[in-house]
């Protein structure tokens, strides 16, 4: 089945620790996206690519960084500038037409020890 | 940049028909999607409308105005497994863009 895969589902950090979340997915899609939730305030965007080898920051990339050396894959990496990154992080895919959905990951939810 | 506005939570019988609202201001606009979310899990796409008018998907219908910046989601029959997080989300109308930006959602409640 074609879907979007992140690892770990839970995931606890250590303070001033880094810390990669991983998201593949085999949809053939070009575009794929990293939202934060966090309760009462929606998905909030911290990285998009639109193609291999090129991303863009959202809203809240501060803390952040991320990699497209392959379609299938996109990771992002909570650094420990990150001041607060207990969160539910979610990653997403579509292809590159307006009028279709992105596509979303189970998530996965990090907690600071 | 742009403002999405929903109703932080609502609560509907079982059986009965309940409408999401959904507001929006913003610089350009390209298309509204509307997905669901069960905690802890996923959104999962339920509708998309780029025109005015209503997009009608079983139980499930979505409606736009575009000069009121303005849409509806219409639940009907509703069902307990419907309780869930309803997300409005908005597609800027920039070259190039493929990004929503999403309202806090709408937690909704369906009690027997």
């Known amino acids: 089945d074609g879907g979007i895969t992140q690892s770990p589902k839970y995931l606890f950090r250590k303070e001033g620790q880094n810390v990669t979340l991983s998201c593949e997915q085999n949809l053939n899609h070009d575009a794929m996206y990293w939202y934060r939730q966090d309760p009462g305030q929606g998905l909030r965007l911290i990285y998009y690519?639109?193609?291999?080898?090129?991303?863009q920051k959202g809203d809240i990339a501060e803390g952040y960084s991320v990699s497209r050396e392959k379609k299938e894959s996109f990771p992002l990496t909570v650094t420990s500038a990150q001041k607060n990154p207990t969160a539910f992080y979610l990653c997403?895919?579509?292809?590159?037409?307006?009028?279709?959905?992105?596509?979303f990951g189970d998530g996965t939810r990090l907690s600071i020890l | 940049g742009q403002n999405i506005d929903q109703p932080t939570e609502m609560t509907a019988t079982e059986g009965a028909i309940v409408q999401i609202n959904c507001t929006y201001q913003t610089s350009g606009f390209n298309g509204l999607f509307w997905y669901q979310q069960h905690a802890g899990e996923a959104p999962t796409f339920l509708s998309y409308n780029v025109l005015d008018g209503l997009e009608e998907k079983g139980r499930f219908s979505s409606f736009l105005s575009r000069s009121k910046g303005y849409s509806y989601l219409l639940l009907k029959e509703l069902q307990m497994k419907d309780s869930a997080s309803y997300l409005c989300a908005v597609r800027d109308s920039g070259a190039g863009s493929y990004q929503l930006t999403f309202g806090k959602g709408t937690k909704l409640s369906v009690i027997p």
């Open positions: 997403a895919s579509s292809v590159p037409n307006r009028n279709q959905p992105q596509h």
């Open positions: 690519s639109q193609i291999v080898n090129d991303f």
